[in-house]
Nanobody, 118 residues
Framework: QVQVVESGGGLVQPGGSLRLSCAAS????????MEWYRQAPGKQRELVAA???????IYADSVKGRFTISKDNAENTVYLQMNSLKPEDTAVYYC????????????WGQGTQVTVSS
């Protein structure tokens, strides 16, 4: 059974930092591209950052220079280090695992809430 579980969300003041974690089980982690999405109230879900199976990374323009995505294949975990947080970063953050070898095979986590407010 595949599980994708996010953790690390919470309430933080503007300018603060959080590190999100996403642990995946039941998949061959190293062949999956791992993505972080977020969805704010009333807005569409958007891609925040991605790390491919070959470790190439992609970032949304809005988070470049502030967020860093990384993965630990030994721990089947992907991380999102978020620094210099802004109120507009407030959203539910979702982890998405996408197979790099099997078309259409992907899994979503349940999401973790990040709130940036003073």
């Amino acid at each position: 059974q595949v599980q994708v579980v996010e953790s690390g969300g919470g309430l933080v003041q503007p300018g603060g930092s959080l590190r999100l974690s996403c642990a995946a089980s039941g998949i061959i982690f190293r062949i999956y591209d791992m993505e972080w999405y977020r969805q704010a109230p009333g807005k569409q879900r958007e891609l925040v950052a991605a790390i491919m199976s070959g470790r190439r990374t992609i970032y949304a323009d809005s988070v470049k220079g502030r967020f860093t995505i990384s993965k630990d294949n030994a721990e089947n975990t992907v991380y999102l280090q978020m620094n210099s947080l802004k109120p507009e970063d407030t959203a539910v953050y979702y982890c998405h695992a996408v197979s790099s070898v099997a078309r259409g095979r992907d899994y979503w986590g349940q999401g973790t809430q990040v709130t940036v407010s003073s």
